[in-house]
């Protein structure tokens, strides 16, 4: 029986996990700023139309 | 008070001090921040060099033949499993005990980096298993131990998840995580303990290690490389968490802010 199957599908599980784990956070970092800037801008629109003079 | 004393105590109050600052999470973003791509680079550097020698330079097994070369993921991996929970049980009784939120998040951050740990050796441990003792699996007490490992990890994952508040999820999970603590030793002990197909144990930290050098060398690099890679994830997941949490913060504004302009 050839062991080199074995060997090549225990390494590729380790590389495929370990890349996930190290993609993961810095995904989930741009999500959480991306998340954040934009709710920043809503509240800067927000405070900008409250702040424009009702014309007569 | 003699100079040596003074210098100890010096060392001791900064380091104190540096505890302390590192508690706060703004200052825990920037250092880990900084500490990412050294700690990233390094864990591959050492891996590089640990593959290299247990891939190319170490020679196969007398008994197992190449199948041998799983171990050089396998074991590290399964060390790694066991750390990764003892620090996320450490973290979470530090946080459950002093209320420190960033204790909490890191006890968090640990669970899904000991969880991938537990999965690869689960996998590799399979996939050793089938060209050496003929089977992928067996209810055997080592491997049915390290299953119960994976399902606690994944149990402190959902508890965290499953509460709205993150720091009510996170003393519950953290529970949990020293509840789960009981399963270490039955892990460890398992292959003394019972009867297991799984070998006893072939490295000992006081000596008497039953394996060569030539596989030896390679298979703590591996070691070091895995400890290294724990601590750049751990500390790249607390960050998100930072992040998340400290959301209203000023700081945090301002960094999304600078972020969106670069």
Same mark, same amino acid.
């Not at chain 1, 784990?21 to 995904?27: G, M, T």
């Not at chain 2, 399963?183 to 144990?201: D, E, F, M």
């Not at chain 2, 998340?244 to 945090?252: L, P, S």
């Given at each position: 029986m050839s062991h080199t199957p074995f060997i090549v599908a225990a390494y590729a599980v380790f590389a495929v996990v370990f890349l996930a784990?190290?993609?993961?956070?810095?995904?989930a970092r741009r999500r959480v700023l991306s998340q954040l800037h934009s709710r920043l801008a809503r509240e800067q629109r927000r405070r900008n139309e409250a702040e424009v003079p009702e014309t007569p | 008070v003699r100079g040596g004393d003074q210098v100890e105590c010096f060392l001791m109050n900064a380091l104190t001090l540096w505890f302390h600052k590192l508690g706060s999470p703004p200052y825990f973003y920037r250092f880990a921040g !900084?500490? @990412?791509?050294?700690? &990233?680079?390094?864990?591959?550097a050492i891996a590089a060099v640990g593959l290299w020698l247990g891939l190319v330079r170490a020679p196969a097994d007398y008994l197992q033949g190449e199948s041998v070369r799983i171990m050089y993921i396998h074991v590290p991996c399964a060390w790694m499993s066991l750390f990764a929970y003892i620090a996320m049980a450490v973290a979470g009784f530090v946080g459950l005990v002093w209320h420190i939120k960033l204790s909490e998040l890191v006890a968090m951050a640990c669970a899904p980096v000991g969880a991938a740990f537990t999965f690869v050796t689960l996998?590799? $441990?399979s996939l050793w298993g089938r060209p050496t003792w003929g089977t992928y699996w067996v209810w055997d007490a080592r491997l049915t131990s390290? @299953?119960?490992?994976? =399902? +606690? &990890? =994944? $149990?402190?994952?959902? @508890? &965290? #998840?499953? =509460?709205?508040?993150? !720091? #009510? $999820?996170? !003393?519950?999970a953290s529970l949990l995580a020293l509840i789960g603590i009981v399963?270490?030793?039955?892990?460890? &002990?398992?292959?003394?303990?019972?009867?297991? +197909?799984?070998? $006893?144990?072939s490295v000992s930290l006081m000596g008497g290690s039953t394996i060569d050098t030539s596989m030896l060398v390679p298979l703590l690099l591996m070691a070091a490389a895995t400890h290294v890679w724990f601590f750049a994830s751990v500390f790249a997941r607390a960050r998100v968490a930072v992040l998340?949490?400290?959301?209203?913060?000023?700081?945090? !504004?301002e960094l999304a802010r600078a972020e969106a302009a670069a």
């Open positions: 784990d190290a993609i993961a956070p810095w995904l | !900084r500490l @990412l791509p050294w700690l &990233y680079g390094a864990s591959l996998v590799s $441990g390290e @299953l119960v490992l994976l =399902f +606690l &990890y =994944f $149990g402190v994952m959902g @508890l &965290y #998840r499953a =509460f709205d508040d993150p !720091r #009510r $999820g996170a !003393r519950a399963n270490l030793p039955i892990v460890h &002990y398992s292959v003394v303990w019972w009867n297991t +197909l799984h070998q $006893g144990q998340e949490q400290e959301a209203g913060k000023d700081w945090v !504004r």
